[in-house]
């Protein structure tokens, strides 16, 4: 007969060794090495299993359900997906338990909704709830960090949301007693997401981030999931959502959210929420652009400065667009138009505090390079959008009647952009097709060019 033999288990990454050390040779950590006992064939699979054709395979009509948060929504890719898996993560204190506080109040479906809190007394989440409007018989609270117990609950109440908050306090005592560790976080999360696929039940869970901004933890956690969201801050109020990792949906759109005393308020109409209001002409260096966000069109205002580099070492600044692309921008003008960058420190922003990697960008923010370095504004009522290639061309881009749409809708009268074939034509604007950055120049600055580009040369 097979006897039990001992091994010695990681807490912190899971790795096995024969006898005990006092340093893990996988991940470096002390004195976590523990004993266990394993029984030989233990764990091995003795039933059959029966496989099911795909076309025989039932669908449910309703396999999305509505979280009653119109811009979760569309992060999602049109609600929550019945059975799927969504791992939040965030700065500490930007609103990731109040953003699951309020979805758990505003769900349209059926069902009681399970809130597990590992970081905050039950208390503080009903001081929470009275301040947010999101006290309701529906939502269950359990403080409880152990997964087993969690999952004993919810095998008993069924609900059909789950929310964890947060994963990093969570703890299986298979693994060990120390929250928060590599091989913790991995062994929970898979099983809190086997279990909601059996019961076709959702969970969100609430993930912390680190020092860089990414998702603590193993990055194998988020492969285990259906969807990563991003809950990120601007240098104003508002928040955005993002979904980088989405099987249900596109990881194009973004939500976008206030927060106040009384919670999360959703932004509906954002299309002017960027633009900054002010009298007279635009200062140099300031150009518009409606930017393609999923399916809507923001108007934001790109704001560029040049100055003297110091040390002869010219640096680009930018945080909101990434420095790559700003660098090529100014060595296209430099070799189109004659005008020095390379001298120059270049300070870019993008007004609201949002991010933004739209190729239509390239063109305002050749214009805005430009006027910054020449001291001339771009002229008011004015927006442009274009990509720009190596070679000075402007090239079409994508949604371009929609973008002039939301422009004049803003009462922009003059639209400088690619030649594509007329369908971004509106009788309420101007539309001033170029197809070189040199004569995007011109039409912008057309009295001015020639003096400005000796000035700078």
């Known amino acids: 007969m097979a006897k039990n033999r001992s091994v010695f288990l990681c807490s912190a990454c899971g790795h096995e060794e024969p006898k005990w050390l006092g340093r893990c040779p996988q991940c470096g950590e002390w004195n976590t090495l523990k004993e266990k006992m394993e029984t030989p064939g233990k764990g091995r699979i003795t039933r059959n299993f029966k496989t099911l054709p795909l076309n025989a395979i039932p669908l449910k009509e309703e396999y999305r359900f509505d ?20 791992l939040l993560g965030g700065e500490p204190g930007i609103g990731k338990s109040t953003l699951m506080l309020t979805l758990a109040a505003s769900i349209k479906t059926p069902g009681r909704v399970l809130y597990v809190t590992g970081e905050e007394a039950p208390h503080q989440l009903r001081i929470r709830g009275e301040r947010i409007g999101a006290i309701r018989d529906s939502i269950e609270i359990l403080n409880e960090t152990d997964v087993e117990i969690i999952i004993n609950t919810a095998e008993s109440l069924s609900p059909v949301l789950i929310i964890i908050d947060s994963i990093q306090t969570l703890v299986d005592r298979e693994i060990g007693n120390v929250p928060g560790t590599p091989n913790q ?37 988020e492969h285990m999931v259906d969807t990563v969201l991003y809950f990120d801050q601007s240098d104003t109020e508002i928040r955005f959502l993002r979904a980088v990792k989405n099987r249900f949906g596109s990881v194009h759109e973004i939500g976008l959210f206030v927060l106040d005393e009384k919670g999360l308020s959703q932004i509906k109409d954002p299309s002017s929420l960027f633009l900054v209001t002010r009298q007279g002409d635009l200062p140099a260096g300031v150009a518009v652009v409606p930017i393609y966000e999923g399916s809507r069109v923001l108007l934001v205002e790109i704001q560029a400065l040049t100055v003297p580099a110091k040390g002869g070492i010219s640096r680009v600044f930018s945080e909101k667009i990434d420095p790559r692309r700003v660098s090529r921008v100014a060595a296209v003008l430099e070799k189109n138009l004659s005008l020095r960058y390379s001298d120059q420190d270049l300070y870019v922003n993008v007004a609201g505090g949002i991010k933004i990697a739209d190729v239509g960008i390239d063109l305002p923010l050749a214009m805005a390079l430009y006027s910054a370095r020449t001291g001339i504004p771009v002229p008011a009522g004015m927006v442009m959008a274009g990509e720009l290639s190596l070679a000075g061309e402007i090239r079409p881009i994508q949604k371009m009647r929609l973008r002039v749409k939301t422009a004049v809708e803003l009462g922009f009268t003059r639209f400088l952009g690619p030649q594509q074939n007329g369908e971004e034509t509106d009788s309420r604007t101007s539309y001033i097709p170029v197809s070189s950055l040199k004569k995007g120049i011109e039409s912008t600055f057309p009295l001015t060019q020639k003096t400005s580009s000796k000035k700078g040369s």
């Open 67 to 86: 979280s009653g948060m119109e811009e979760l929504n569309r992060v999602l890719g049109g609600g929550i997906m019945r059975g799927s898996s969504v």
């Open 185 to 221: 976080i991995k062994f929970c999360c898979q099983r809190l997401t086997d279990w909601t696929k059996q019961h076709s039940a959702s969970i969100f869970l609430i993930a912390h981030v680190t020092k860089e901004g990414a998702i603590a933890g193993p990055k194998l956690v």
